[in-house]
Nanobody
Framework: QVQVVESGGGLVQAGGSLRLSCTAF????????MGWFRQAPGKEREGVSC????????YYADSVKGRFTISRDNPKNTLYLQMNSLKPEDTAMYYC???????????????????WGRGTQVTVSS
């Protein structure tokens, strides 16, 4: 069974940084679009960022543009999300998404993602 495991979440003050990682087990990320969603309590899961299978295309939600950077290391089978200038409104559970359509204009809807991680909590204090 494919496993996708996130790490790197935590508690940080506003203005701080965190780097999330996502590693896939029993399946390669090579050739697969990857990305991140987040879900705050009482809110729907929203797409944050994605990166195409070849790393040529990235997408960022307007709310994180200029602050978050997505990257991938295929030999390490790992996806990253560098989050800078964090704000309290970034507080959410962050989920790694394995697969799903990714373009510069949009990221997949959650129902099209074949595999999910269990999430890593990011909490930003004011």
């Amino acid at each position: 069974q494919v496993q996708v495991v996130e790490s790197g979440g935590g508690l940080v003050q506003a203005g701080g940084s965190l780097r999330l990682s996502c590693t896939a087990f029993r399946l390669t990320i090579d050739g697969v679009n990857m990305g991140w969603f987040r879900q705050a309590p009482g809110k729907e899961r929203e797409g944050v960022s994605c990166i195409s299978w070849n790393g040529q295309t990235t997408y960022y939600a307007d709310s994180v543009k200029g602050r978050f950077t997505i990257s991938r290391d295929n030999p390490k089978n790992t996806l990253y999300l560098q989050m800078n200038s964090l704000k309290p409104e970034d507080t959410a559970m962050y989920y790694c998404a394995y697969g799903g359509p990714c373009s510069s204009g949009r990221w997949s809807s959650p129902d099209l993602v074949p595999h999910w991680g269990r999430g890593t909590q990011v909490t930003v204090s004011s």
